[in-house]
């Protein structure tokens, strides 16, 4: 089968349904992390609590098939390809969401989640992401490394210091970042394992990070869905800036392409903007339904979910 066919037919089914095995688990966590304490960011103390929760414990499996998935996707497709579907588990995850609450989606939340799809999808067509980077380039990774430790610092303070869903967004955004470092990460491993046998990412340090940056990225998606009152929002952050990051690691230190000249930029970037659009829209929407929720928990007229 040519390398083309394995895409179509392992990397890209494998991704999908791994982007629904993170939905159905997000709409449950989502549920579950209202009924335990809130506690300060990052600490493991909240685990203690929800490991007490049946259904979250059933929830954990979900994520790790969805991770299993995803391992399968990124060792047969390059890693600007596969990350990008998994966006869709923003939708995956609001329709299960409303499924389990019996309740109809909002609108303007699902087109919100649209855009970020929507906008991932045209930068995966116009990017036209190529190469197979299992390795290290030899490029420094100081520079990205430092900008996205950065990112993330600054995105808890704002979570930190800012009410509502803007602080919400906040810490989805730091939540996405450590997602997208571990899938690269992991795209490195997956290539120590097909090269070198179950032993070979064990002689690494990228396995080990993987053990450190993934942990920290679920603990705090956890309380990132806590603080949130409604799943959408932080769930398309999450899930719009993890690609993204992973693209940005895929292509400066594991050589894999996307396409750049002026006029593919230019589409590039007005995808983006469509891709930050859908966010505020998101962001202005969950803050109408978190008062309006704040005011009568039950709901008034048309019963909605997202």
């Known amino acids: 089968m040519s390398t083309q066919g394995t895409v179509l037919v392992i990397a890209v089914p494998a991704a999908v349904v791994g982007a ?39 929830s954990i499996g979900t994520v790790l098939i969805g991770l299993s998935l995803q391992v399968v996707a990124l060792a047969f497709g390059p ?3 596969v990350q990008p579907l998994l966006v869709t588990s ?29 906008g991932l999808s045209a930068f995966l067509v116009l990017g036209r992401p190529s190469g197979q980077g299992t390795e290290f380039t030899g490029a420094s990774i100081l520079p990205l490394a430092l900008a ?3 990112l993330v610092v600054l995105a808890l303070v704002t979570a930190r210091w800012l009410p509502g869903e803007v602080g919400v967004i906040g810490m989805a955004v730091a939540t996405g970042v450590l997602y997208g470092v571990t899938a690269g990460l992991i795209k490195v ?30 603990l705090l998606s956890q309380q990132t869905f806590q603080r949130g009152r409604l799943m959408s929002p932080a769930l398309a952050v999450i899930t719009t800036v993890d690609p993204l990051v992973a693209a940005a690691i895929g292509v ?22 469509v891709i930050i659009g859908g ?22 007229g048309d019963s909605t979910w997202g």
């Open 20 to 58: 629904a095995s993170f939905g159905l688990a997000s709409a449950i966590q989502h549920r579950v992390t209202k009924q335990v304490p809130e506690v300060r960011t990052l600490s493991p103390r909240m685990l203690f609590d929800l490991v007490r929760k049946p259904i979250w414990v059933l």
């Open 79 to 81: 890693l600007v390809l």
């Open 90 to 118: 923003v939708l995956f995850g609001a329709g299960f969401a409303a499924l389990l609450a019996h309740r109809k989606m909002d609108l303007v939340l699902a087109l919100g989640g649209l855009a970020c799809v929507g």
């Open 148 to 150: 996205l430790g950065l």
């Open 189 to 218: 491993v997956a290539g120590q394992f097909r090269s070198g046998g179950l032993a070979e990412p064990f002689q690494h340090w990228t396995l080990y990070a993987v053990c450190v940056i993934g942990p920290m990225g679920f």
């Open 252 to 273: 400066n230190w594991l050589g894999e392409r996307i396409e750049s000249s002026p006029a593919i930029l230019a589409g590039e970037i007005i995808a983006v903007v």
């Open 279 to 300: 966010i505020v829209v998101l962001t202005r929407r969950g803050e109408q339904l978190r008062r309006a929720m704040d005011q009568d928990d039950r709901g008034t």
